[in-house]
């Protein structure tokens, strides 16, 4: 099967086109016929070699971590798809490769296309809306009237993790550039502040929960914006002994997460605050319970950019420019017909 990929690691090494086996499902999995994938910052990380440590992934290796697409195949034991269904994914670590003409994904991780979104715009919302879900309703359980804060609202997680606190009942802040300030109103934000003109916590003040995407400076002036009792989450790091014990790291990775992260939660327990670190991790279910959320209207993509198959590197290169509105995506349309 055509395939893009990553021969050795190396910090923006280019992904090469080639063929790799194609997958044979297990019994609990589903092959998929990829549509789209959409690009995330992990893919540019694990190419990097900087998530060596966490996800060790062998050379030669397909990345990839969200994909719509078509059911060709199912193993035996599995009861949710068939053949023909349209269904889209975030395959579970350890098993991803959406940059590839087909994958074999494990049936628990799957969820059924919402039927109003095109194969582009269904790739381009598995893991950062299992993100912003799992960091909102799961951890956080955001309740009706609560004051949320979004950083960076206008990318990928940022543009669903505002609507989805929007639903949840929050009054939502968020950081941005001005020039991203209508579009973040459009997704519901009451509240936007200019991240570069300027000071969030000089604007903010009693704020229930905070979701960090950036910085160790914006993590840390992001305590002061928390009321008692507060919780702060972060994506971007540092990560903390629960994760590492969740992933059951070795002790030297606990040990190091440990450290790195004793002062932002020294910090946080003096102001009677929380810090947690969130790994996402797949999940169908949820995934499910998105598609539903979509399907009403009450979540919708946004897309910046959609690139040919062919022209992944370019779409990894704008994704890493930091600029990115919402999602990029890859269309394999062209590739499947060559
Ligand atoms: N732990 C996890 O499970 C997990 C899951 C998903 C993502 N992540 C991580 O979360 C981070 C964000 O991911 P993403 O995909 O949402 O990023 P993204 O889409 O690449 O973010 C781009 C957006 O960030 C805005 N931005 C840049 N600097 C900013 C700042 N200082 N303050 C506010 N906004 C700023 C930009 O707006 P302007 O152009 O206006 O600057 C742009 O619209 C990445 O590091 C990613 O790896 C972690």
């Not at 440590?53 to 193993?75: R, S, W």
């Not at 940059?99 to 381009?124: G, H, Q, R, W």
């Not at 971007?236 to 059951?248: H, R, T």
């Amino acid at each position: 099967m055509k395939a893009s990929i990553l021969g050795r690691y190396g910090k923006q090494q280019a992904l090469r086109p080639g063929d790799m086996p194609a997958p044979t499902p297990g019994p609990n999995d589903v092959l998929v016929r990829v549509e789209a994938a959409g690009l995330n910052m992990l893919d540019a990380k694990i190419r990097d070699g900087a998530f060596k440590p966490i996800l060790p992934y062998k050379v030669p290796l397909v990345l990839g971590h969200d994909l719509a697409g078509t059911v060709v195949a199912v193993g035996a034991k599995v009861s949710r798809f068939k053949k023909g269904d349209a269904v889209f994914a975030r395959p579970r670590d350890g098993r991803i490769g959406t940059f590839a003409e087909l994958i074999a994904v494990n049936e628990a991780d799957l969820a059924t296309k919402p039927k109003n979104l095109s194969m582009v715009e269904a790739a381009s919302l598995p893991l950062v809306a299992l993100t912003a879900w799992q960091a909102l309703v799961e951890s956080a359980q955001v309740k009706p009237g609560q004051k949320v804060l979004i950083h960076a609202g206008s990318g990928g997680v940022g543009t669903i993790a505002i609507q989805l606190a929007k639903l949840l009942g929050a009054t939502v802040a968020t950081t941005t550039s001005a020039a991203n300030a209508d579009l973040v109103r459009a997704l519901g934000a009451d509240v936007v502040v200019d991240y570069r003109s300027q000071r969030f916590e000089n604007e903010l003040s009693g704020y229930d929960l905070v979701l960090n995407s950036q910085d160790a400076d914006t993590l840390q002036r992001s305590l002061k914006v928390l009321k008692r009792g507060g919780k702060l989450i972060s994506i971007s790091g540092p990560p903390d002994p629960a994760f590492a014990k969740a992933q059951s790291l070795n002790l030297v990775l606990r040990l190091l997460f440990r450290l790195m992260s004793a002062g932002i939660r020294r910090k946080a327990k003096r102001l009677g605050v929380t810090y947690t670190f969130l790994f996402m991790r797949a999940d169908g279910h949820q995934l499910g319970g998105i598609a539903q959320q979509v399907e009403t209207g009450t979540l919708r993509p946004v897309i910046d950019r959609v690139y040919p198959f062919d022209q992944l590197n370019d779409a990894f290169a704008y994704i890493e420019t930091g600029r990115a509105k919402g999602k990029v995506v890859v269309s394999l349309d062209a590739a499947h017909a060559v």
